[in-house]
Every structure is written in structure tokens, then in C-alpha cells.
């Protein structure tokens, strides 16, 4: 399923934020690929924070790097620009939210979307397929809609 990757300074997001940032950008980017989020669809979201120490980021013009880049590679078919950029803001928010810094910050966090085709990610040894993702799915809504809604 989606896997989600942040890097960010050392330090730029308290500890105790750690686990409902992760459990905020899974969300997201479960929502913005249209996916349920059963337990099924979060517990195979990965989601890794990755903080560097001052010396080990940096810009290319040999300033200190101070942003966020947050990765996101998914099966392709599930995002499109639309859907990118509603979670490039949504994305944003979170982070800034989580590091504790308001909105003018946001040009500080970077959003990369990575599209993998069908056929080039696996999982368990075998290929992941969008009919199986899509079963699972329609699995998961029907247990999570409430008795007698259709």
C-alpha cells in the first residue's frame, strides 16, 4: 500500500508529536487515494520519520537545510494533480501543525509524489495488483458502514 517517508532537522518535531503525526499522514494520504482506513488499510500503510542532525542536511548552495520533505510512492492509478495538490496542502498542514509552526512556514515543507506501476511492487514476494487492493477495499467499506445503510 502507500509508503510515506519524512525527513525533517533533528529536534524540528517534538517526540511525544511522533506517533499522531504518522498516524495523521497516513490518513491523509489514505483518503486522498480513496482508500478506507480500516485496520487492514493502516496497518499496511508504512509511514517512516527520518530527523538528520545539522550536519548531515543541508541546501546545495551549502546552507543549512531546514525543511521537511515528505515522500509519498503509492501504486499508480490512485492519484492524479488534483488529488496531489489537495494533499500536498493537507500534507503541509500536518506537518506544520506537528513541528508546532504556522503558515507561513509552509514553503518549508516539500511533497514528493512517487507513482509505481502495476507490476513493479510487491509485497510478501508476489506482485501487488490494484483488483486485489480494490477487493480489499470494497471488503472494508462494507464492515465499516453502519447496520442497515446500504
Excluded: C
Aim: glycine fraction near 12%; charge should be negative; hydrophobic fraction near 45%.
Amino acid at each position: 500500500m502507500p509508503l510515506i517517508e519524512m525527513s525533517a532537522p533533528a529536534g524540528s518535531v517534538p517526540d511525544e508529536n511522533k506517533p499522531a503525526l504518522q498516524e495523521d499522514l497516513a490518513a491523509a494520504v489514505l483518503d486522498a487515494m480513496d482508500l478506507p482506513k480500516s485496520e487492514f488499510f493502516r496497518s499496511a500503510t508504512r509511514v517512516y520519520l527520518s530527523m538528520f542532525s545539522a550536519e548531515n542536511t543541508g541546501t546545495g548552495s551549502g546552507g543549512a537545510g531546514s525543511g521537511f520533505t515528505v515522500t509519498v510512492t503509492a501504486l499508480s492509478g490512485f492519484l492524479d494533480a488534483e488529488k496531489n495538490e489537495a494533499l500536498a496542502g493537507r500534507l503541509t498542514g500536518i506537518v506544520l501543525g506537528a513541528a508546532g509552526l504556522d503558515p507561513s512556514h509552509a514553503a518549508s515543507v516539500w511533497t514528493v509524489v512517487h507513482e509505481i506501476p502495476e507490476g513493479n511492487w510487491a509485497v510478501g514476494g508476489g506482485i501487488t495488483r490494484r483488483a486485489v487492493i480494490d477487493t480489499h477495499a470494497a471488503a472494508a467499506r462494507s464492515q465499516l458502514r453502519p447496520a442497515g445503510s446500504r
